[in-house]
């Protein structure tokens, strides 16, 4: 008995998504490290993405494959002043979802679906249909294919970033809408376009509609087949595309068996002569009837498109011999990718060869990648770190995937899309729920509210016409002071209108900034090489005189410099770092440096980092590395110092006493056996980040240490931060930044995940589920009951146990 696919309620196809939404859409402040609503019947995983699709990704039908979705939850912009859609792959990606659309519409219609379910897949088909079939006519010139399109004039985002296609955009105008296409050729837009619509021609068009599809196919593929078997562009701008590309004339391979397809596919649908005659023409030149074997090395994208053109002609190709041929191609390929669980090459190639060896272990693993496809498609960091094995997939929840069709052999890509790592961070004395982050790539982020949420962040370093490569806090919330590759800036107006530049001639390059936290009028700037101090005339007058403070230190070195004030005022110290050099001067009319002793010299690798107690100026702890990594001597020796850098403990003098007196190996079993990446002072004691990424605390003793890791997506921490004011640590990790409070036992997301340019999210839409889904239900590899199963019922039904799939 059949049961009716929900996805098409009486409601009415097209606002279906109304009613899924909650569901469907992601939020897009906290992010989690996998998704976890891919637990769901195959059947409301396919409602829920393709609501999404029609929200998300939808230009007038056309499909953008990976959007920017505004975090404040603002709709996605389809014009030409969209931050970022990749329109220049749309026309593919319609296809290909095109393809997806006709089956749903085939699938429906034949296994007795109420008429409504199948007259509103018929719209959606023809609805993408029209898009694809608009990149041609908006190009103003007949057969040529624009790549994609936006609503309305003007540059897009790749015309205003001077991206590789920036001179391929031109003005069109179709169906009374003004648009803005890409026209760059590819013979991959030309071989999806024609297998789409083909599949469209085949299984969806009647009456007018079928007229439009065999007029659309005729004009594409003549476009080439008229011009020697070349594609014209636009205009001069590149040159002609050879459909068959670099060829002996005589191996077949992936690119030549799209032009046969294509040839085929415009045959069947025109009956003209001159297809025939190119049909015949390739299958002649490349021997196709007598192929015995196919080698092709692996390659997903020409793959993905092979299986979907072979698909296609193994319905409207009736030869015999060329039949098996098309059969040989399908072997040839599947020998990559058999153990990968790639639906869509899966699904087609055992509809292909039903027969052929391996199924019941292949099904599995393909089903398995439906059964884990999540529903948020959110493009954000993962880190699996599962073992592979026997080349069983990752789920797909798991996987670091990037592209649309899963075929660049993401499935087996644990780590992925990791957020960049902050250089720095500063926390306002004024309010402590305002901080800003320096994101490596050189943008300042500012949030007002603690980062609780991922719209509070807001970029305030777009005046600035260098990378941002520290900043810090005055004493006012508004007053900002940071250090770019081009110089030391001050804004008055937490950046909003404009930076004043410091009058400071410096030499090196800069590389940190700090206000005295005791005298808000002092700036300190650093370069490699030297330090600086501002006088103090006063907050009208900041930072507009200097004073060097690094004369007397010996030349040649690059130095880490660290300012180390107190509340009384009485004595600033200022430490200078050149790996186990460390050089000491304290305030005062006339500052002289003198070396401090420290490090085990060839007994040990000194780290270049330097903790120093905010509340004592002379107390510093320097690390050691000493023994080779995972030995039992292995050790991060700390030294310490409450003089300012007169004596050091544990130092070489000590533990070589301790060697002769036979207590060497007990002196180092009180230093943590961890390679400590980095530490810091903190209110009860010592914070440690490892070289393994754990953050662990000490308090008192240096002896105990105590793992503070939950709460993390991505257990591991690059960077900690420990700022002067206020009550919260931050971490970055892969997964973003997080933070917690000094007492608190869990850490808890900043919602500042650094990806792409700035902090943006990017989404995919998942139209490969759709393709792969209905094919599924057509070719009777998924039967219409299973589809509505709970997963976990869903999972005994396709065998995906233990055993099968370890995941």
Same mark, same amino acid.
């Given at each position: 008995?059949?049961?009716?696919?929900?996805?098409?309620?009486?409601?009415?196809?097209?606002?279906?998504?109304?009613?899924?939404?909650?569901?469907?859409?992601?939020?897009?402040?906290?992010?989690?490290?996998?998704?976890?609503?891919?637990?769901?019947?195959?059947?409301?995983?396919?409602?829920?993405?393709?609501?999404?699709?029609?929200?998300?990704?939808?230009?007038?039908?056309?499909?953008?494959?990976?959007?920017?979705?505004?975090?404040?939850?603002?709709?996605?912009?389809?014009?030409?002043?969209?931050?970022?859609?990749?329109?220049?792959?749309?026309?593919?990606?319609?296809?290909?979802?095109?393809?997806?659309?006709?089956?749903?519409?085939?699938?429906?219609?034949?296994?007795?679906?109420?008429?409504?379910?199948?007259?509103?897949?018929?719209?959606?088909?023809?609805?993408?249909?029209?898009?694809?079939?608009?990149?041609?006519?908006?190009?103003?010139?007949?057969?040529?294919?624009?790549?994609?399109?936006?609503?309305?004039?003007?540059?897009?985002?790749?015309?205003?970033?001077?991206?590789?296609?920036?001179?391929?955009?031109?003005?069109?105008?179709?169906?009374?809408?003004?648009?803005?296409?890409?026209?760059?050729?590819?013979?991959?837009?030309?071989?999806?376009?024609?297998?789409?619509?083909?599949?469209?021609?085949?299984?969806?068009?009647?009456?007018?509609?079928?007229?439009?599809?065999?007029?659309?196919?005729?004009?594409?593929?003549?476009?080439?087949?008229?011009?020697?078997?070349?594609?014209?562009?636009?205009?001069?701008?590149?040159?002609?595309?050879?459909?068959?590309?670099?060829?002996?004339?005589?191996?077949?391979?992936?690119?030549?068996?799209?032009?046969?397809?294509?040839?085929?596919?415009?045959?069947?649908?025109?009956?003209?002569?001159?297809?025939?005659?190119?049909?015949?023409?390739?299958?002649?030149?490349?021997?196709?009837?007598?192929?015995?074997?196919?080698?092709?090395?692996?390659?997903?994208?020409?793959?993905?498109?092979?299986?979907?053109?072979?698909?296609?002609?193994?319905?409207?190709?009736?030869?015999?011999?060329?039949?098996?041929?098309?059969?040989?191609?399908?072997?040839?390929?599947?020998?990559?990718?058999?153990?990968?669980?790639?639906?869509? =090459?899966?699904?087609?190639?055992?509809?292909? #060869? +039903? !027969? &052929?060896?391996?199924?019941?272990? /292949?099904?599995? @693993? $393909?089903?398995?990648?439906?059964?884990?496809?999540?529903?948020?498609?959110?493009?954000?960091?993962?880190?699996?770190?599962?073992?592979?094995?026997?080349?069983?997939?990752?789920?797909?929840?798991?996987?670091?995937?990037?592209?649309? =069709?899963?075929?660049?052999?993401?499935?087996? #890509? +644990? !780590? &992925?899309?990791?957020?960049?790592? /902050?250089?720095? @961070? $500063?926390?306002?004395?004024?309010?402590?729920?305002?901080?800003?982050?320096?994101?490596?790539?050189?943008?300042?982020?500012?949030?007002?509210?603690?980062?609780?949420?991922?719209?509070?962040?807001?970029?305030?370093?777009?005046?600035?016409?260098?990378?941002?490569?520290?900043?810090?806090?005055?004493?006012?919330?508004?007053?900002?002071?940071?250090?770019?590759?081009?110089?030391?800036?001050?804004?008055?107006?937490?950046?909003?209108?404009?930076?004043?530049?410091?009058?400071?001639?410096?030499?090196?390059?800069?590389?940190?900034?700090?206000?005295?936290?005791?005298?808000?009028?002092?700036?300190?700037?650093?370069?490699?090489?030297?330090?600086?101090?501002?006088?103090?005339?006063?907050?009208?007058?900041?930072?507009?005189?200097?004073?060097?403070?690094?004369?007397?230190?010996?030349?040649?070195?690059?130095?880490?410099?660290?300012?180390?004030?107190?509340?009384?005022?009485?004595?600033?110290?200022?430490?200078?770092?050149?790996?186990?050099?460390?050089?000491?001067?304290?305030?005062?009319?006339?500052?002289?440096?003198?070396?401090?002793?420290?490090?085990?010299?060839?007994?040990?690798?000194?780290?270049?980092?330097?903790?120093?107690?905010?509340?004592?100026?002379?107390?510093?702890?320097?690390?050691?590395?000493?023994?080779?990594?995972?030995?039992?001597?292995?050790?991060?020796?700390?030294?310490?110092?409450?003089?300012?850098?007169?004596?050091?403990?544990?130092?070489?003098?000590?533990?070589?006493?301790?060697?002769?007196?036979?207590?060497?190996?007990?002196?180092?079993?009180?230093?943590?056996?961890?390679?400590?990446?980095?530490?810091?002072?903190?209110?009860?004691?010592?914070?440690?980040?490892?070289?393994?990424?754990?953050?662990?605390?000490?308090?008192?003793?240096?002896?105990?240490?105590?793992?503070?890791?939950?709460?993390?997506?991505?257990?591991?921490?690059?960077?900690?931060?420990?700022?002067?004011?206020?009550?919260?640590?931050?971490?970055?990790?892969?997964?973003?930044?997080?933070?917690?409070?000094?007492?608190?036992?869990?850490?808890?997301?900043?919602?500042?995940?650094?990806?792409?340019?700035?902090?943006?999210?990017?989404?995919?839409?998942?139209?490969?589920?759709?393709?792969?889904?209905?094919?599924?239900?057509?070719?009777?590899?998924?039967?219409?009951?299973?589809?509505?199963?709970?997963?976990?019922?869903?999972?005994?039904?396709?065998?995906?146990?233990?055993?099968?799939?370890?995941?």
């Amino acid at each position: 008995m059949f049961v009716s696919h929900d996805a098409f309620s009486k409601c009415g196809y097209r606002w279906a998504w109304i009613l899924s939404l909650s569901a469907s859409i992601g939020t897009f402040g906290q992010l989690k490290a996998f998704d976890v609503g891919w637990r769901k019947p195959l059947s409301t995983k396919e409602r829920e993405i393709e609501a999404n699709i029609l929200q998300r990704h939808n230009i007038l039908g056309l499909y953008p494959s990976m959007v920017e979705v505004p975090i404040d939850g603002s709709s996605v912009d389809i014009t030409t002043s969209a931050p970022f859609s990749d329109a220049v792959h749309a026309v593919a990606w319609t296809s290909h979802y095109l393809a997806g659309a006709s089956y749903r519409y085939a699938w429906l219609r034949q296994s007795g679906a109420d008429q409504a379910s199948v007259d509103q897949a018929k719209l959606r088909a023809d609805e993408i249909f029209e898009a694809v079939y608009r990149c041609q006519r908006v190009t103003g010139r007949r057969g040529l294919l624009a790549r994609g399109y936006f609503i309305g004039s003007g540059p897009t985002f790749d015309e205003r970033r001077g991206a590789s296609h920036r001179d391929d955009w031109h003005q069109g105008e179709a169906d009374g809408y003004a648009l803005r296409f890409c026209a760059g050729p590819s013979h991959h837009i030309y071989s999806a376009a024609a297998m789409g619509m083909g599949q469209y021609y085949d299984l969806v068009a009647e009456g007018l509609q079928k007229e439009r599809a065999r007029e659309a196919i005729d004009a594409l593929v003549s476009y080439w087949v008229d011009n020697d078997y070349k594609i014209e562009g636009y205009d001069d701008a590149r040159p002609p595309v050879p459909i068959l590309g670099l060829t002996d004339g005589q191996t077949l391979n992936t690119r030549v068996m799209m032009a046969i397809s294509a040839c085929k596919i415009a045959l069947h649908a025109t009956g003209k002569a001159k297809f025939k005659e190119a049909y015949e023409d390739l299958l002649s030149r490349y021997q196709v009837r007598a192929l015995k074997s196919f080698r092709v090395g692996k390659g997903y994208d020409d793959a993905h498109h092979v299986f979907a053109h072979l698909d296609l002609l193994n319905r409207i190709e009736t030869e015999e011999p060329l039949r098996q041929a098309y059969g040989v191609v399908a072997d040839g390929l599947w020998q990559h990718y058999q153990n990968e669980g790639h639906s869509h =090459f899966t699904y087609i190639y055992y509809k292909l #060869r +039903p !027969n &052929a060896p391996g199924k019941d272990k /292949a099904m599995r @693993l $393909a089903h398995h990648t439906l059964a884990t496809w999540p529903t948020d498609m959110t493009i954000q960091p993962i880190m699996s770190d599962l073992p592979l094995d026997g080349g069983t997939p990752y789920p797909v929840y798991a996987t670091g995937w990037d592209n649309e =069709f899963i075929w660049k052999g993401d499935l087996n #890509r +644990p !780590n &992925a899309h990791h957020s960049r790592i /902050a250089k720095g @961070l $500063a926390v306002s004395p004024q309010s402590p729920n305002v901080a800003m982050v320096v994101d490596p790539s050189g943008h300042l982020y500012l949030t007002h509210d603690q980062g609780r949420s991922a719209s509070g962040w807001k970029c305030v370093s777009d005046l600035l016409k260098s990378p941002v490569k520290a900043a810090a806090f005055g004493k006012r919330t508004r007053i900002m002071a940071v250090a770019c590759e081009d110089g030391f800036y001050l804004s008055e107006t937490a950046g909003h209108e404009g930076w004043f530049r410091l009058p400071l001639e410096y030499e090196g390059v800069p590389e940190a900034v700090l206000f005295d936290p005791y005298d808000s009028n002092v700036i300190y700037a650093m370069t490699g090489h030297h330090l600086y101090q501002s006088i103090d005339h006063g907050e009208d007058r900041l930072g507009r005189a200097w004073n060097e403070l690094s004369q007397g230190l010996p030349k040649g070195f690059n130095y880490r410099f660290h300012v180390a004030t107190s509340k009384s005022k009485d004595l600033t110290y200022f430490y200078a770092q050149a790996g186990s050099d460390l050089y000491v001067a304290t305030s005062g009319k006339d500052i002289r440096w003198k070396r401090s002793k420290l490090g085990l010299g060839e007994y040990g690798e000194s780290k270049h980092w330097l903790a120093i107690d905010p509340h004592d100026p002379r107390h510093v702890m320097f690390g050691v590395q000493f023994g080779a990594p995972g030995t039992l001597l292995s050790r991060t020796v700390l030294q310490q110092t409450r003089d300012g850098g007169e004596s050091w403990s544990a130092n070489q003098e000590e533990l070589t006493k301790a060697y002769y007196q036979g207590g060497l190996l007990i002196r180092l079993m009180r230093f943590p056996s961890e390679d400590l990446r980095e530490c810091y002072f903190d209110h009860e004691g010592l914070l440690a980040v490892t070289e393994s990424g754990q953050v662990l605390r000490s308090k008192g003793e240096v002896t105990q240490w105590t793992p503070i890791m939950d709460g993390l997506d991505i257990p591991r921490v690059d960077r900690l931060f420990v700022p002067h004011y206020g009550d919260l640590l931050f971490a970055s990790t892969p997964a973003g930044m997080y933070q917690k409070r000094r007492d608190a036992l869990q850490w808890e997301p900043s919602h500042l995940v650094m990806q792409w340019r700035r902090h943006e999210r990017r989404e995919l839409g998942g139209a490969a589920f759709i393709t792969a889904y209905w094919r599924a239900l057509y070719f009777g590899h998924i039967d219409s009951e299973t589809i509505h199963l709970p997963y976990e019922e869903a999972k005994e039904r396709f065998g995906l146990t233990s055993k099968t799939v370890p995941w």
